[in-house]
């Protein structure tokens, strides 16, 4: 079956940096365009950043534009979100989801439209 597995969160202060990890297994991750959320205590699942399946395009949500970046292994089946700069406001748990169909601003920032999701890994930035 479909797996995704999250790894890499922590404590961090703020201004530090922290990579997540996402591994991908039982689909052809090339077929895929790849996303990360969020979602804080008391707040709704929110957009971060997502990359395309093949070449290379990637969209963010303005507040982390500029300390976030992105990136996928296609040989690997591994999709990566670094983080710098981290504010406090960026804690929350982090979740990689895998969605096949167009992408364009809209459809990618809306978590309904992803087919396989992890379980999440949990960031905290301490001020």
């Known amino acids: ?29 090339s077929n895929y365009h790849m996303a990360w959320f969020r979602q804080a205590p008391g707040k709704e699942r929110e957009f971060v950043a997502a990359i395309s399946r093949s070449d290379g395009r990637t969209q963010y949500r303005d507040s982390v534009k500029g300390r976030f970046t992105i990136s996928r292994d296609n040989a690997k089946n591994t999709v990566a979100l670094q983080m710098d ?4 406001d960026d804690t929350a748990v982090y979740y990689c989801a895998a969605d096949q169909g167009l992408f364009d601003k ?3 920032q809306d978590h309904k439209v992803y087919d396989y999701w992890g ?9």
């Open 85 to 88: 700069s981290l504010k406090p």
């Open 106 to 108: 809209s459809r990618r």
């Open 1 to 29: 079956q479909v797996q995704l597995v999250e790894s890499g969160g922590g404590l961090v202060q703020a201004g530090g940096s922290l990579r997540l990890s996402c591994a991908t297994s039982g689909l052809t991750f």
């Open 119 to 127: 379980l999440g890994t949990q960031v905290t930035v301490s001020s």
